[in-house]
C-alpha cells in the first residue's frame, strides 16, 4: 500500500497510462485509509505535483473526490467537532486571532478527525496538494469553492479563508496566475459577510493577497474597495445583544486590521498598480477614510513614482470611479501635511509626486518649492515647531494661488476648503491649519464681492457659543485681512454697528437672556481678538493709519460695552472677556511694535490701556493660578511699554513692581500642582507667566540700557530672596531675565568696567549650591550673563566651556560635587573681576556668609576665598578697608566652619599684601581679643609665611621704646605702662608659634627671636598693660589685664617658642623653681633668666647669634635689662663655647663692672656669673683671680649681696690656691664668722657651708688664725646644730666636724670624731657629753663662751634658746665659783628667771634645769628668792639635768675614758633603746617640748 502513490507518480508520466492512473485514484484513496494519514497527505501532495507538471486530464468527478478529501480533513463537517469548535471560538477568539497573526491555522487546536487533531505540518501538505490540484484543474477547484462557500457556517467560511491563506501567501517561482484567481474569484462571494470571524479571516486573506509578489488577473480593486468599505459601513449585532461601545470597539479592531493591510500593501506586486492607479486616489479626500491617509498616501506616491509615463493625470475622470478634484486634492494633503507627522510627511511627499497633475502653472514652482519644505522636514523633524511649519506652507499655499493666477480656481480651493472642514476633529491641530488656508485663499483671490460674500456668511452664521466656531471666525479673517484689510475692518465695522441698532421693546428681555447666556460676550470677545489679529497679519505699511481709529478703538468700545447692560455699566467679572481684550491688546501693540516707524508713532490711549491691564494683575489672587490673564496682561504691559509717549522712571518702576507682586507670592509650583485638577496647565501657565516678566523686563531693558535701571531693577527683586523658598526661585529668575536682556542691549565701553558686576556677583553666586536645582540653575546664568557683561568678547571658549560644564554639574544633589562646581565658576569669573570693586564684593558677599542658608553660606565663603586668592594680588588700594570688614564682621559670627572662613580670608589676603595686613592687626587694642588672635593663628598655619611673619614681629618688638612713661587719665599720680607696639608684636608672636609646625626654619630665627623675646620679658617686668580712653569700661570691668602684668604675655610668647625647640620637662619645672612664673616675676625674674640659660647651653641652642644679641644689653641703660643680660651671662658663661679666651675677654669685664652696678639684682647676677668663670675657665682667668675674690670679700661688707658673696666664695674656694686668696683668708673668715647666727637661714647655712670649706682647706699658712676662729665660734657650731631650719643644721654639723681639728687635740680628737661619726646624730646627750668635754679643755674660754651662749638666750627660736640653756648648764657644771663673778651671776640669772617664766614650756624647764644646776653647786652663796613663782626647795627637788645624772656615764671612770673606744661603746650600749626613741620624739615636736614630765624628757 505505501508504494501505491510513487507507483501511480511514476506512470502518470506515461500519457497512455494517464487515464487508467487518475481513475484508480479514488480507489487508492479508499485502501490508504489503513495507513497513516500524514503520510498518506505527503504521498498525496507528491502525486498531484508531477500532475500539476504532466497535465494528465482529470475528471470533475475525481477531482472533487480529491478536494473533498483534502477539505474533510482540515475543515471537518462531523457535527461534534463544528459543535465543539464553535464553542471553543466563541470563547477564545482572541487567542485565535494571535494565532493567526503568528502564522498558525485558526483550526490548529480546534478541528479534529475522527480520532486525533492534524498537526500544522499535516495541514501545510494537505493544502500544497489542493494547491497543485487548483494548478492542474482550476475550473473545477473554482467550483469546489464556490459550492462550499455558500454554506452559511461562519466556521465552514472561516476555516476555508485560513487555509486558502496558505496558497496566496506562497510566491514560489513557478507559480502562474491560474492559481491565485480561481481562488481570488471563490472568495468575492464572502464579501457581503459581516459577521465578525468572516470579516477578519477575509482581511487577512486580502493581506496576504496584497503582499504578495503577483497578483495579475486577480480582482484587486474589489478586494481593496472591500477593505475601505470598513469604515464606511454600520453593522448592529443581529440579536441586538452587544452594547454600543463593545459594537464600537469591535468595529476600532476591524479598521485597525484594515490598516495593518494598506500598512502592508506591495505597490511592486505585478499587476498591482494597474489594478490601484489612478482610482486608489478616490480614497484621499472623503473624511471617513482619513484614518487609512498614512497607509494610502504610502501607496499613491510609491505607485505615482513607479509609473514609468509621465502623461498628466486629469482628475476627476477615471474609468467607473469618480476621481477628486485637483483643488480638493491640494485642500486635503495640505492640510494634512500641516501636522509634522509621519501622514503628514506622506502627505507631503504625495503633493509632490502629481505636482504635475494639479496645475500646468505651478509645475517649476512645485519642483522646487516642495523638496525644499521637504528638507526643512528632515531637519527640524525631531524638534520641529508647528508654528513655524504652518509658516512655511502657508507661504507655499500663496505662492501657489499666486503663480496659478486663476480667480477661479481660487475661489473653487476655497469653497473644497469650506466643505472639508468636517473632516478633521474638532480640536485637531489640521482644522485650526485649514481655517488659516482658507483665509490665505480670500487673500488671493481678486474678487473683493466673493471675498466679502464669504466673510459675511461666516461671521453671520457662526455659533459664537461653540469656542471653535470664534476661532474659525478670528482665524480665517485675520489671514484674509492680509490682501483685503480695509474690507476686512469694513466687514467687521459692519457687523459690530449691527449689533448696536435700536430693538423694540419686546426684544429687550431676549437681549437680556443673550447677555445671560454669555452670547453678546462671546461675540465681544470674538471681535475684539479678531481685530487683534487682524492687526497683527495686516500689511505693515498699511497698519499705522488705521490701527488706533479703525482697530483699536473699536476693542476698547467693544469692552466698556462688555461691561454694561441696558446702557448700564457693572462689575465684569468675565475673565475670558478680560483675556480677550488683553489678549487682542498684545496682538496689537505686537503688530504696531512690528512696523518700521513705530517709534514716530504716539498712541494716545496709552495711559488707559496700562491702567486697565494694571487693574487686571491686581485682581488676580495670590494664592492661586488659574487662568492666562495674569501672564497674558504682564506681556500685553512689555509691548505697550515700548510705545510712545515714553514712560517715566516712576511709571517703569510701578510697572515692575506690580507685576513682581502678583507672581513672587503665589505658593510654589508643586503646591499650585496639588491643588489644581489640571497640573499640567498649571505648569504651564507658570512657565508662561514667568515669561511674560521676563518679556516685560527685556522690553524696558532694550529702551533704557542703563545701569541705573538694572539697579532699580534688583532693588525691586532683593526683598524676595528671604521670604520664602518658591519666591527665592522666582527672584533668581527673574534676575536671569533681566540680566540676559541686559546683556544683549548693553555695550560696555572699552577699558571700563561694569560698576556693579563686583557687587552683583557677590550676591548671586551663593545660590549655586542653594538646595533647589532651578535656583541653582538660575544663579548659574546669572553669573554667566554678569561675566559676559563684563568680559563682553574677552570670553574665550575654553572659559565658556567651563561654565557650560559647571552649571551642568549644578544638576546634581552631592553636596561636595556642587561646591566643586560652584568654585570652577568663581575661577573663571576671578579671571575678569576687577580689583577696585572688591570692596563691594566682599560687603556684600559677607552678608550672605551669615544668612540661615547653609549651602549658600557655604559656597559664599568658598567665592570669597577663591576671588581672593586668584585677583587679590590686584586689591592693594583696598586692603586696609578689606580688612576693617573682616575684623567687623568676625565677632558676630559664632559658627566656627563659617568664622574660619573669614581667617582664612586674612590669610589669603595676607599672601599677596602682607604687611598692609600686619599693620592692620596692631590697630587693633590691647589686650588682645579671640578673633585678633585667631587671625595670627591662621597667618601663621603657612610656614614659609610664618617664618617672614615672625621676621617682622621680631622687628617690631626690637622697636626702641618710648621715653616717657604715658599718663593715666583720671589719675594724679604717673603710671608706668608698657609699649603697646611691641606687646602687640610679642603676642602675636605667641599664637603663630603656637600653630606653626615645623622646626626647621624656627632654628633658624631661634637666636634673634629668643633674644627679642627675653629683652621684651625684661622691658615688660613691674609694667602695666598699656591703656586706651576709648576702652576704659573695659579695663575697669577687666581690672586683671588693665592692672595685670603684660609681662606674661611675653613670657608666654618666649616659652612658646623655647618649647618648640625643646621638650625638656625642667623647662616647667626647675627644682621647686617654675622658670617661667620666675620670668616675670620681678622678684625672681634673674633666677628664672638664670635657668633658662642653663637650659639653653644644655640643649645645644647657645649659639654666638645669641651671645652678640644679648652681650650689649650688660651695658644698657635700662635697669631691668642690665639685670636680665647679667642673669644671663651669669649662667650662660658656663657654656665651653663661651669659656673661650676670646669670648671671655669680652664678657668677663662685664660681669666685674656689673658687680658693682647699682641695682641689687644685676650685682647678685654678677657675683653668680664672676663665681661660674672661676669654675669653668679658672686657667684662663689666672690674672683676675685675686680681683673676682676681692670682689667676693667685698660683699661680705655688703649686707644686700652677703649671701652670693658667701655662697660664691664656697663655690670657688676649693679651686683656689693661697696665691689667689692671700691676706684676704683672715678677713673672709673672720667676716664668715659674724653671719654664722645670722637672722636669715640662708646667710646662716651659707655661712656654717663656707666656714666648714675653710676649715676643710689643707695646708694654709694661716691655720693657727682659723683655729682662733673656730674656738671663738665654738658656741654658734654647737648651738646651730639644733637650728629650725633643717639645711642650717646640717650645714652646722659639717662644719663643726670640719672644725674638730682645731677645737681638740691628740686623742681628744680623734675619738670625738669616730664618736661623732659613728653614732647617731640624733643623740642629744652625746652630744652634750662632747660639748662638755671641748669646755673642760678650754677652760680659758669657759666665761667668754658662757656669755656668747647667753646671748642665744633672746633668739626667736624655742629650740635653740633650749640648747642654749642646756649649754650654758654644761658650762656652768665645769666652771669654778672664782670664774663666775658677781656682775655676771646677777646678769645670768636675771635671764635664767626670765626664761622660767617664758610662754613655752620646754624653755621653762631648761631654764629650771639650769637654775637648779646653780642652786645645788652654787646653793648657799646665791641669794634666796622665789624662781618663776615657785619656791627654791621646788626647784631643788627637781632630778639632776643630764649633764649630771649619775646613770648617763655609769661605767666610765673619767672624762678621758669617754673618749676611749670602749668607752663609747659602752656608752652607745646603755642608751641605744633610748636614744631611737628621744630623735623620734623630737622629730614630732620641732618647736617645743613634749609635755610629759621634765625628768622623763631628759631621760629620753
Not at 62 to 88: L, N, Y
Not at 259 to 272: F, R
Request: one cysteine or more; hydrophobic letters at 40%; aromatic letters at 8%.
Amino acid at each position: 500500500m505505501k508504494a501505491q502513490w510513487p507507483m501511480l507518480g511514476a506512470l502518470v508520466r506515461c500519457r497512455a497510462k494517464q487515464d487508467e492512473v487518475i481513475r484508480k485514484i479514488p480507489q487508492v484513496l479508499r485502501d490508504s485509509k489503513i495507513l497513516d494519514s500524514f503520510l498518506i497527505a505527503k504521498r498525496l501532495n507528491n502525486f498531484l505535483g508531477v500532475c500539476e507538471e504532466y497535465k494528465p486530464p482529470i475528471p470533475k468527478k475525481i477531482s472533487q473526490a480529491v478536494c473533498d478529501f483534502v477539505f474533510k480533513q482540515v475543515v471537518p463537517r462531523s457535527t461534534s467537532g463544528q459543535q465543539k469548535i464553535m464553542e471553543r471560538f466563541k470563547h477564545q477568539r482572541f487567542t485565535a486571532e494571535r494565532q493567526i497573526q503568528e502564522g498558525e491555522s485558526f483550526l490548529c487546536h480546534l478541528s479534529s478527525s475522527e480520532h486525533r487533531e492534524l498537526c500544522m505540518d499535516h495541514r501545510n501538505v494537505l493544502m500544497e496538494a489542493f494547491a497543485h490540484l487548483v494548478g492542474c484543474c482550476p475550473v473545477d477547484a473554482l467550483d469546489f469553492l464556490q459550492a462550499q462557500m455558500k454554506e452559511d457556517s461562519e466556521y465552514i467560511r472561516v476555516g476555508f479563508l485560513v487555509h486558502l491563506k496558505m496558497i496566496i501567501g506562497n510566491d514560489g517561482p513557478c507559480e502562474s496566475r491560474n492559481k491565485k484567481q480561481p481562488i481570488v474569484e471563490a472568495v468575492k462571494c464572502l464579501l457581503d459577510d459581516h459577521r465578525e470571524g468572516v470579516r477578519k479571516a477575509l482581511l487577512r486573506f486580502i493581506k496576504e493577497l496584497l503582499c504578495s509578489q503577483n497578483v495579475e488577473g486577480c480582482p484587486v480593486w474589489e478586494m481593496v474597495v472591500y477593505i475601505f468599505s470598513q469604515f464606511t459601513v454600520h453593522i448592529s449585532h443581529p440579536l441586538g445583544k452587544d452594547p454600543a461601545v463593545k459594537q464600537k470597539e469591535k468595529e476600532e479592531r476591524i479598521q485597525e486590521l484594515c490598516i495593518d493591510v494598506l500598512e502592508n500593501l506591495n505597490t511592486s506586486a505585478e499587476g498591482m498598480s494597474k489594478a490601484l492607479w489612478p482610482r486608489l486616489l478616490f480614497f484621499v479626500v472623503p473624511a471617513p477614510y482619513t484614518p487609512t491617509l498614512t497607509p494610502l498616501c504610502r501607496c499613491l506616491k510609491e505607485m505615482a513614482l513607479g509609473r514609468e509615463d509621465d502623461a498628466t493625470l486629469f482628475l476627476g475622470s477615471c474609468k467607473g470611479v469618480g476621481l477628486p478634484s485637483a483643488h480638493g486634492l491640494v485642500a486635503r494633503l495640505l492640510v494634512l501635511a500641516s501636522n509634522p507627522n509621519q501622514r503628514g510627511s506622506w502627505a507631503l511627499q504625495l503633493l509632490h509626486a502629481l505636482h504635475s497633475n494639479i496645475h500646468t502653472a505651478i509645475t517649476k514652482l512645485w519642483a522646487k518649492q516642495i523638496p525644499f519644505l521637504w528638507d526643512f522636514f528632515l531637519i527640524e523633524s525631531t524638534e520641529i515647531r508647528s508654528q513655524e511649519w504652518e509658516k512655511q506652507l502657508l507661504q507655499f499655499l500663496r505662492r501657489t494661488l499666486e503663480t496659478i493666477d486663476d480667480n477661479t480656481w481660487t475661489q473653487n480651493l476655497s469653497r473644497e476648503l469650506e466643505s472639508q472642514m468636517e473632516s478633521y476633529a474638532q480640536q485637531s491641530p489640521e482644522r485650526r491649519f485649514l481655517y488659516k488656508s482658507l483665509g490665505i485663499a480670500l487673500t488671493c483671490c481678486e474678487d473683493p464681492a466673493f471675498v466679502q460674500s464669504r466673510m459675511k456668511h461666516l461671521i453671520e452664521n457662526a455659533n459664537y457659543m461653540e469656542r471653535l466656531e470664534r476661532e474659525k471666525i478670528i482665524q480665517i479673517l485675520s489671514f484674509s485681512a492680509v490682501g483685503h484689510l480695509d474690507l476686512t475692518l469694513a466687514t467687521l465695522q459692519e457687523f459690530g454697528a449691527g449689533m448696536g441698532l435700536k430693538i423694540k421693546m419686546s426684544s429687550i428681555i431676549s437681549r437680556y437672556k443673550d447677555y445671560q447666556q454669555g452670547r453678546r460676550g462671546h461675540i465681544h470677545q470674538t471681535l475684539m481678538l479678531t481685530y487683534g489679529k487682524v492687526a497683527l497679519q495686516a500689511p505693515k505699511e498699511l497698519l499705522l493709519p488705521r490701527v488706533e481709529a479703525g482697530i483699536m478703538k473699536n476693542v476698547l468700545c467693544y469692552y466698556r460695552k462688555s461691561c454694561q447692560v441696558l446702557g448700564v455699566s457693572i462689575e465684569n467679572k468675565d475673565s475670558n472677556l478680560k483675556l480677550a481684550f488683553v489678549e487682542s491688546t498684545t496682538d496689537i501693540c505686537q503688530a504696531i511694535c512690528e512696523t518700521r516707524d513705530f517709534q514716530n508713532f504716539i498712541l494716545t490711549c496709552k495711559k488707559e490701556l496700562l491702567d486697565i491691564l494694571l487693574d487686571f494683575i491686581k485682581e488676580e489672587p495670590l494664592d492661586s493660578l488659574n487662568t492666562a490673564l495674569r501672564p497674558q496682561a504682564i506681556t500685553a504691559l512689555a509691548f505697550l511699554s515700548k510705545l510712545k509717549p515714553c514712560l517715566a522712571v516712576e511709571e517703569i518702576r510701578s510697572l515692575l513692581d506690580q507685576s513682581i507682586k502678583s507672581l513672587f507670592p503665589l505658593p510654589s509650583l508643586e503646591q499650585l500642582k496639588e491643588t489644581a485638577e489640571d497640573a499640567l496647565k498649571i505648569e504651564s501657565l507658570y512657565s508662561c507667566s514667568m515669561d511674560a516678566l521676563g518679556k516685560l523686563v527685556a522690553s524696558i531693558i532694550e529702551d533704557h540700557p542703563t545701569p541705573e535701571l538694572m539697579v532699580e531693577m534688583f532693588q525691586l527683586i532683593d526683598p524676595w530672596f528671604t521670604v520664602s523658598d518658591c519666591s527665592r526661585e522666582r527672584a533668581l529668575q527673574a534676575s536671569s531675565q533681566t540680566l540676559a536682556a541686559f546683556q544683549e542691549n548693553f555695550q560696555l565701553p572699552d577699558g571700563e568696567n561694569f560698576q556693579q558686576f563686583g557687587s552683583l556677583v557677590a550676591f548671586l553666586a551663593p545660590y549655586t549650591c542653594d538646595g533647589s536645582i532651578r535656583c541653582r540653575q538660575w544663579a548659574a546664568q546669572c553669573i554667566s550673563c554678569l561675566l559676559h557683561i563684563q568680559a563682553q568678547s574677552k570670553v574665550t571658549a575654553e572659559e565658556e566651556e567651563e561654565m557650560l560644564a559647571a552649571c551642568h554639574e549644578l544638576k546634581g544633589d552631592v553636596p561636595s560635587a556642587l561646591f566643586e562646581a560652584s568654585c570652577r565658576m568663581a575661577k573663571v569669573v576671578s579671571m575678569h573681576f576687577p580689583p577696585d570693586q572688591a570692596l563691594e564684593f566682599i560687603e556684600v558677599i559677607l552678608e550672605d556668609l551669615v544668612s540661615g542658608n547653609e549651602m549658600c553660606a557655604i559656597s559664599a565663603g568658598r567665592w570669597l576665598l577663591t576671588i581672593l586668592w586668584d585677583s587679590g594680588d590686584a586689591m592693594g588700594a583696598q586692603v586696609s578697608e578689606i580688612l576693617d570688614i573682616f575684623y567687623s564682621r568676625l565677632p558676630t559670627i559664632k559658627q566656627e566652619d563659617l568664622r574660619q572662613v573669614l581667617v582664612e580670608a586674612v590669610s589669603a589676603v595676607s599672601y599677596f599684601h602682607l604687611d598692609t595686613v600686619i599693620e592692620s592687626l596692631f590697630r587693633r587694642r590691647l589686650p588682645m581679643d579671640s578673633e585678633t588672635g585667631e587671625l595670627w593663628r591662621s597667618l601663621g598655619k603657612d610656614p614659609s609665611q610664618a617664618l617672614l611673619i615672625l621676621c617682622k614681629l621680631a622687628a617690631r618688638v626690637a622697636e626702641p621704646s618710648s621715653l616717657e612713661a604715658p599718663f593715666s587719665p583720671g589719675s594724679n599720680e604717673s603710671m608706668e605702662f608698657a609699649d603697646e607696639g611691641p606687646l602687640k608684636a610679642t603676642c602675636a608672636i605667641y599664637e603663630v608659634l603656637s600653630v606653626l609646625q615645623t622646626e626647621e626654619g624656627i632654628q633658624e630665627l631661634f637666636p634673634e627671636l629668643f633674644c627679642t623675646l627675653l629683652q621684651q620679658v625684661s622691658k615688660t617686668l613691674e609694667k602695666k598693660m598699656p591703656f586706651h580712653e576709648g576702652r576704659r569700661r573695659l579695663f575697669l570691668r577687666e581690672q586683671h589685664l588693665s592692672e595685670g602684668n603684660p609681662c606674661r604675655l611675653s613670657v608666654a610668647s618666649l616659652k612658646a617658642l623655647v618649647l618648640k625647640l625643646i621638650s625638656d620637662p625642667s623647662l616647667a619645672e626647675f627644682g621647686e623653681v617654675n622658670i617661667w612664673t620666675s620670668l616675670g616675676d620681678p622678684r625672681t625674674h634673674q633666677e628664672g633668666v638664670s635657668l633658662l640659660a642653663r637650659n639653653l647651653f644644655q640643649n645645644r641652642l647657645l649659639d654666638h647669634k645669641i651671645i652678640e644679641n644679648a652681650l650689649p644689653w650688660m651695658t644698657s641703660e635700662s635697669e631691668k635689662l642690665r639685670l636680665t643680660g647679667t642673669a644671663f651671662f651669669s649662667e650662660a658663661i658656663r657654656d665651653p663655647m663661651l669659656g673661650e679666651k676670646v669670648r671671655l675677654k669680652s664678657i668677663l669685664p662685664l660681669l666685674v663692672k656689673r658687680a658693682g652696678d647699682q641695682h641689687l639684682g644685676t650685682r647678685q647676677m654678677a657675683i653668680k656669673g664672676l663665681a661660674n668663670v672661676l669654675l669653668v675657665a679658672a686657667d684662663k682667668v689666672k690674672q683676675q683671680k685675686k680681683t673676682i675674690v676681692a670682689i667676693f670679700l667685698g660683699t661680705l661688707y655688703d649686707a644686700n649681696v652677703v649671701l652670693e658673696g658667701l655662697r660664691a666664695l664656697a663655690l670657688v674656694f676649693p679651686h683656689l690656691n693661697r696665691q689667689d686668696v692671700g691676706f684676704m683668708f683672715k678677713d673672709i673668715s673672720t667676716k664668715t664668722t659674724t653671719y654664722l647666727s645670722d637672722v636669715d637661714a640662708e646667710i646662716r647655712e651659707a655661712s656654717f657651708h663656707l666656714f666648714g670649706i675653710l676649715a676643710s682647706l689643707p695646708k694654709f699658712r694661716y691655720r693657727t688664725f682659723f683655729a682662733e676662729q673656730a674656738r671663738k665660734s665654738l658656741v654658734p657650731l654647737l648651738i646651730h646644730q639644733w637650728d629650725p631650719d633643717p639645711k642650717v643644721s646640717e650645714a652646722c654639723r659639717a662644719a663643726f666636724l670640719r672644725s674638730v681639728p682645731f677645737l681638740a687635740k691628740g686623742k681628744l680628737r680623734a675619738h670625738m670624731e669616730e664618736m661623732y661619726t659613728a653614732s647617731s646624730l640624733g643623740l642629744p646627750n652625746l652630744r652634750m657629753h662632747i660639748c662638755k668635754q671641748l669646755v673642760n679643755s678650754h677652760a680659758e674660754m669657759r666665761r667668754e663662751l658662757l656669755k656668747k651662749t647667753k646671748a642665744y638666750f633672746q633668739s626667736r627660736w624655742e629650740e635653740i634658746q633650749i640648747r642654749a640653756l642646756e649649754l650654758s648648764g654644761v658650762i656652768l657644771e665645769c666652771m669654778l665659783l672664782t670664774e663666775l663673778d658677781e656682775t655676771l651671776r646677777l646678769l645670768l640669772l636675771a635671764s635664767l628667771e626670765k626664761l622660767a617664766e617664758a610662754s613655752s614650756h620646754g624653755v621653762q624647764e631648761a631654764a629650771s634645769e639650769v637654775i637648779a644646776c646653780l642652786l645645788n653647786k652654787w646653793g648657799g652663796d646665791l641669794p634666796r628668792r622665789k624662781v618663776a613663782g615657785r619656791s627654791r626647795s621646788s626647784i631643788t627637788q627637781k632630778s639632776a639635768p643630764i649633764w649630771l645624772q649619775p646613770s648617763a656615764i655609769t661605767g666610765v671612770a673619767s672624762v678621758q675614758e669617754l673618749f676611749e673606744p670602749s668607752g663609747v661603746t659602752k656608752v652607745l650600749a646603755t642608751h641605744e633603746r633610748r636614744a631611737r626613741f628621744g630623735q623620734q620624739q623630737q622629730e614630732k615636736r620641732p618647736h617645743h617640748p613634749s609635755k610629759a614630765n621634765d625628768s622623763q624628757h631628759y631621760v629620753d
